[in-house]
């Protein structure tokens, strides 16, 4: 089945650096990603979803200058934390829409981000 | 100032047992409803879903019950297993429309199954 890697699965950065997550889906095209933050003990939420080629679409309160997402082709969406803060330490996870209905997306593995 | 976010309800069972996990969804336009499990550190994992025309789904060990009129959704897994001890979210989606694909995932209940 659709398979797409998330690296790296865990990054720790200093105050103040950038940190880049990549997902890149493997034997397919992803024209679609969704990016999530989650953090500990609590549930998903969306921050945006990136089409390849355009801009990403980003959801309420997030930071579209803070969280730079880039889907240039088809098979490497990135999303790059600026000027990272201890607040933003969460667990980060791409999620590729490779169908319809329920079962029709495929999640990163997760990027365990935590800046000190 | 540290952030205080809600804690997942936990749900303790004996190995063997049936679990049952409830979960209330807003959107009553979704089109489709899915459980996912989630173990520590990775990714959901797909489990089962359910159109939002319809009322029940069975798969292997695990039953989806939608009840659109109290927007109430559950996940029943049946002979639970260590193995089974997860996260397990409710997510919902539509097929059309601005928010086309976007999932709006659930609380999450927190399972852990006792040998």
């Known amino acids: 089945g659709a398979v797409v890697s998330q690296h790296p699965s865990r990054v720790i950065c200093k105050s103040g650096t950038s940190v880049k997550i990549e997902c890149r889906s493997l034997?397919?095209?992803?024209?679609?990603m969704f990016w999530y933050r989650q953090f500990p003990k609590q549930s998903l939420m969306l921050m945006a979803t990136s089409n390849e080629g355009s801009k990403a679409t980003y959801e309420q309160g997030v930071e579209k200058d803070k969280f730079l997402i880039n889907h240039a082709s088809l098979t490497l969406s990135t999303l790059t934390v600026t000027s990272a803060h201890p607040e933003d330490s969460s667990f980060y996870i791409c999620?590729?829409?490779?169908?319809?209905?329920?079962?029709?997306?495929?999640f990163g593995s997760g990027t365990r981000l935590t800046v000190v | 100032g540290e952030s205080v976010g809600l804690h997942l309800p936990t749900l303790s069972v004996q190995e063997g047992d049936n679990s049952i996990i409830n979960c209330a969804y807003s959107?009553?336009?979704?089109?489709?409803f899915i459980w996912y499990k989630q173990e520590s550190g990775k990714g959901p994992q797909f489990i089962i879903d359910i159109r939002s025309n319809m009322d029940k789904r069975q798969g292997q060990r695990v039953t989806v019950l939608l009840n659109k009129t109290v927007k109430h959704l559950s996940l029943q897994i049946a002979a639970t297993q260590p193995g089974d001890s997860a996260v397990y979210f409710c997510a919902d989606t539509r097929t059309g429309g601005t928010s086309y694909g976007k999932l709006t995932f659930g609380q999450g209940t927190i399972l852990t199954v006792h040998p």
């Open positions: 034997d397919f095209q992803a024209t679609t």
């Open positions: 999620s590729a829409l490779t169908g319809t209905g329920g079962n029709g997306y495929t």
């Open positions: 959107n009553s336009a979704s089109d489709y």
